[in-house]
């Protein structure tokens, strides 16, 4: 195996942080956008007509409330038969008033007689309405519609002109003839405050509007009341106002310029106003974005982690192939290839420092006898040994190398001739002490060379294995030099 370059490695690592990305983004995106998918169908087919319906409920206990009370009124016997009778005792008419808005717990409570003109007030008589009155149209419009009351906002002149809604209702005689009008009020104020109530306690933007789109009762809020008077003055939703208002109801959309926008209508006869549920888009997948970006973090995360541990073993496997590549695995010394990069250096730094630089190529005597009659687990425990030898008698900057079979080649930085023979011969008297096979004694021949400055490496060895060769033909277990023959 070859290790990997680092243009190799870097293109690799590339390739699975790509994958790793591609991978973890688009199973976030999915989950993301399948997750929004289910918010926004719960949104519109079960939260908002939920909220709808609970305030409906809501809306019946404390908005329609004066309407069956105004309704109540209207049918009355007493009244009838007081205003019938000829409107005699007043103080009779102002009693129920007070009873009615004591009993109710009403703003206001008001009987306007169609005969006498007269507006009963549970503090008396009020005034007597009139056609060329402005603040009096109410009755006189109320007087010739159809249907049988109206809701309506104006100034209450019994309570110091405070805004009122007025739930105002007609009054009939036993044979259907109309004989006046009657009512309760809420205050706007008190209303808007139940409005606001709504939207706290259910989350959402709340308001009312009429068949015209005018925006009637709203809490303090950018959707309606002060700043919206219309539904065609809201961003988005002003395309729509003609289709929501002509259905009645419904679930709509509509995006405004910083968000999107769910909005659930609905009809309430009672109050003919249309009741307006909206949720924002933006709060709604809050939670959804979040759980995105935390995905998005941990995929980031993982991924480093990932990246980080390939780096990692990366190295690792490349540190490992080269020792692979550059080490005798038998011997732990360096191989041949090795050999030959090592010594080019070696070669330049002694130039360099103009320094000596010698050599010692020897191999181990008879070992072709010692395979064949031991086995060649024998003679691989010898080499086995004679390498640890090697590494535990030369210093570190010297280079011991694994020439071939039983071959080795040491070479000695910044060591004279003299000092390579004495290394050489503590060698051969080492490598004899040396524990082997039992019965059996190892021996080694040695050729020791001196480099000369600009000598090729081809050339130094084979100068090496000339005096390798000599001290064979000496008779072997000796060292031989260009001067010198050591024997045992």
């Known amino acids: 195996m070859t290790p990997l370059r680092g243009t190799d490695r870097s293109k690799l690592m590339a390739l699975v942080c790509l994958l790793l990305c591609c991978g973890f983004l688009a199973t976030t995106l999915i989950s993301y956008f399948s997750s929004r998918g289910v918010v926004r169908t719960a949104i519109i087919d079960t939260e908002l007509p939920l909220t709808s319906d609970n305030v409906y409920s809501e ?138 109530d709504y939207q706290r306690r259910f989350g959402r933007t709340i308001y009312f509007a009429n068949s015209e789109g005018d925006i009637v009762l709203a809490g303090r809020s950018k959707e309606g009341g002060e700043q919206r008077r219309n539904i065609r003055d ?109 010594l080019q250096q070696a070669m330049r730094e002694a130039t360099r420092q103009n320094s000596p630089l010698t050599a010692i190529l020897f191999d181990i005597d008879h070992f072709k006898a010692l395979n064949d009659s031991l086995g060649h687990l024998a003679g691989d425990r010898v080499l086995r040994h004679l390498g640890q030898l090697l590494q535990a008698n030369l210093r570190t900057s010297d280079i011991a190398c694994r020439w071939g079979g039983e071959e080795f080649l040491i070479v000695l930085k910044d060591t004279p001739m003299a000092v390579a023979l004495r290394i050489a011969e503590t060698l051969r008297l080492r490598v004899a002490e040396m524990p082997t096979a039992p019965k059996e004694a190892i021996h080694i021949s040695a050729g020791v060379v001196a480099w000369q400055l600009g000598e090729s490496i081809t050339a130094l060895l084979e100068r090496a294995d000339v005096q390798l060769y000599r001290a064979k033909a000496a008779g072997r277990n000796t060292v031989c030099s260009e001067t010198t023959v050591t024997a045992s």
């Open 59 to 196: 809306i019946q206990r404390d908005l329609v409330r004066p309407v069956l009370i105004s309704s109540m009124m209207s049918r009355d016997t007493f009244l009838r038969d007081w205003i019938i009778g000829g409107e005699g005792d007043i103080r009779q008419m102002t009693r129920y008033l007070k009873e009615v808005m004591s009993h109710y717990g009403a703003f206001t409570a008001f009987f306007v007689s169609d005969a006498s003109k007269t507006y009963y007030h549970a503090d008396g008589v009020l005034k007597r309405v009139a056609p060329e009155e402005p603040r009096d149209a109410w009755y006189f419009r109320v007087r010739q519609m159809k249907e049988p009351y109206e809701i309506n906002v104006d100034p209450d002149l019994a309570n110091r002109d405070k805004l009122t809604i007025f739930i105002n209702y007609r009054v009939l005689d036993y044979q259907g003839q109309y004989i006046g009008a009657t009512g309760v009020g809420l205050t706007v104020d008190a209303v808007v405050a139940i409005i606001q």
């Open 234 to 342: 809201i961003p988005g939703l002003r395309d729509l106002a003609d289709t929501i208002l002509a259905s009645k109801g419904g679930s709509f959309e509509y995006e405004s310029a910083d968000s999107h926008h769910f909005v659930n209508v609905r009809y309430i006869p009672e109050l003919k106003w249309q009741l307006f549920v909206v949720k924002d888009d933006k709060l709604a997948v809050s939670n959804v974005q979040r759980a995105l970006y935390f995905n998005l973090l941990v995929c980031a995360c993982v991924t480093l982690l990932v990246l980080t541990l390939l780096y990692i073993s990366f190295n690792r496997y490349n540190k490992a192939l080269e020792e692979m590549a550059a080490t005798d695995s038998l011997t732990g010394l360096a191989n041949r290839h090795a050999l030959e990069l090592l």
